[in-house]
């Protein structure tokens, strides 16, 4: 079985500390490439080829469904996860409304984050599969 293709997404001021435990999480399992919203995220998607992405969501900011919004405008069969900074079990069905394949919570250990995306890349293949027979 080949790795899925996976892109991180934070915002401009996420902790470089926070980031970087994610990067190392991710990136001794999966091919992982990083990103920060706004132009640089735009042009990876117009040339990448991913099987997933996480999200990461910023704490106490408002405008997260925007980004969000624009991935899922332009690559809609592609897997969001969203993950938080915080423990805010109470946004779970507001990020999944949002568009979002899953929603995971800290603390974050390399086989969680690989369940998702296992689950996710599993979940396109199949849609993709059954569109093909439908």
């Known amino acids: 079985m080949i790795s899925p293709k996976v892109l991180l997404v934070s915002a401009a001021d996420h902790d470089r500390a926070y980031l970087e ?15 920060r919203e ?31 919004r624009k991935i899922r405008a332009r690559l809609p069969d592609l897997p969001v996860i969203v993950l938080s900074e915080t423990e805010m079990i109470g946004e779970f069905a507001e990020v999944l409304q949002s568009g979002a394949f899953d929603f995971l919570l800290p603390p974050y250990a390399s086989h969680t984050l690989l369940a998702a995306v296992t689950q996710a890349v599993a979940s396109t293949e199949g849609r993709a599969r059954h569109a093909v027979r439908g």
């Open 38 to 68: 706004g132009k640089p995220l735009e042009r990876l998607l117009e040339g990448g080829c991913y099987d997933a992405l996480f999200y990461l969501r910023p704490a106490g900011r408002e405008d997260w469904k925007e980004p969000l």
């Open 21 to 35: 435990e994610l990067q190392s999480l991710l990136s001794t399992h999966v091919p992982l490439t990083c990103v």
